[in-house]
């Protein structure tokens, strides 16, 4: 197995889908084949790449897909505009996925709600860190319910990003503040509760961060994501959709 340890999969996927084009185009020499031909021959290629360089296996399905679809979309004819725009969203709602693997996706106010339950006592004037805030759900829940602390979020994408800080600004939430930057970058000794949802790859590195920079006493929580080989110190299990859970460390 071809393993590329250093680039993010979407720049490896990105890099086969190349070579599978070249390799396609040389077996053109052999049989010619009409357009849609050629594109599913990329594909193909693309997919046993893919599967050869250990991509997961939702990668192969998108490899597969991704010449025919576009040769597809070619014959319908739609102005190129469309798909600019198209890109630009994704782009400022997405932003670096492709590198950190971490997307937009949004906790439920079932587990919001959950989170009430690991604020510090009443009157303590405690800080919490939403790390990835998303659209600033987490954080404008808890500053309606507990106005006694602070709340501060933490986003890399422009759209999500912009978003909650019009939420905070004109919803009144004065308890709270979001900052555009990355999360590898706040200090996370300044905090009581350190809330994270992001996905399974950087949950190892964090882990590291938390534990060099956190206070003692203070508590870390991830909803869903394991950090691996730690047993967390609490687990509540919310009955929600994606049924989430916390994961609570007190450090
Ligand atoms: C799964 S969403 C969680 C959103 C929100 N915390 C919630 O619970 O609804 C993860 C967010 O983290 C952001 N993100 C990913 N990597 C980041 C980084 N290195 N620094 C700051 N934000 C990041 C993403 O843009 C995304 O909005």
């Given at each position: 197995?071809?393993?590329?340890?250093?680039?993010?999969?979407?720049?490896t996927a990105l890099l086969l889908q190349v070579t599978a084009v070249l390799l396609a185009a040389l077996s053109m020499r052999v049989a010619p084949l009409p357009p849609l031909g050629f594109a599913l021959l990329c594909g193909t290629y693309a997919a046993m790449l893919s599967h050869f360089a250990g991509q997961a296996r939702w990668w192969l399905y998108i490899q597969?897909?991704?010449?025919?679809?576009?040769?597809?979309?070619?014959?319908?004819?739609?102005?190129?505009?469309?798909?600019?725009?198209?890109?630009?969203?994704?782009?400022?709602?997405?932003?670096?996925?492709?590198?950190?693997?971490v997307p937009l996706y949004l906790s439920s106010n079932k587990v919001w709600r959950a989170l009430?339950?690991?604020?510090?006592?009443?009157g303590t004037g405690f800080r919490f860190v939403d790390l990835g805030s998303g659209l600033g759900g987490v954080?404008?829940?808890?500053?309606?319910?507990?106005?006694?602390?602070?709340?501060?979020?933490?986003?890399?994408?422009?759209?999500?990003f912009l978003w909650s800080w019009l939420r905070i600004r004109f919803g009144g939430h004065r308890q709270c503040a979001v900052h555009w930057g990355s999360l590898w970058d706040c200090d996370l000794?300044?905090?009581?509760?350190?809330?994270?949802?992001?996905?399974?790859?950087?949950?190892?590195?964090?882990?590291?961060?938390?534990?060099?920079?956190?206070?003692?006493?203070?508590?870390?929580?991830?909803?869903?994501?394991?950090?691996?080989?730690?047993?967390?110190?609490?687990?509540?299990?919310?009955?929600?959709?994606?049924?989430s859970t916390l994961l609570v460390w007190r450090m």
């Open positions: 197995m071809i393993r590329f340890p250093e680039l993010p999969p979407a720049v597969f897909l991704f010449v025919p679809a576009l040769v597809v979309m070619l014959a319908f004819d739609i102005p190129s505009e469309l798909f600019l725009a198209a890109f630009l969203v994704l782009l400022v709602v997405y932003w670096s996925t492709f590198r950190t693997q009430e339950d690991f604020l510090p006592q009443h954080l404008t829940h808890l500053s309606g319910v507990r106005p006694d602390g602070q709340y501060t979020g933490v986003e890399s994408a422009p759209l999500p000794s300044q905090y009581d509760v350190v809330f994270a949802y992001l996905s399974p790859v950087p949950m190892k590195r964090l882990w590291h961060k938390a534990r060099a920079e956190m206070r003692p006493g203070s508590v870390f929580i991830s909803s869903t994501f394991a950090v691996p080989e730690q047993s967390p110190h609490d687990t509540v299990q919310v009955d929600d959709l994606h049924r």
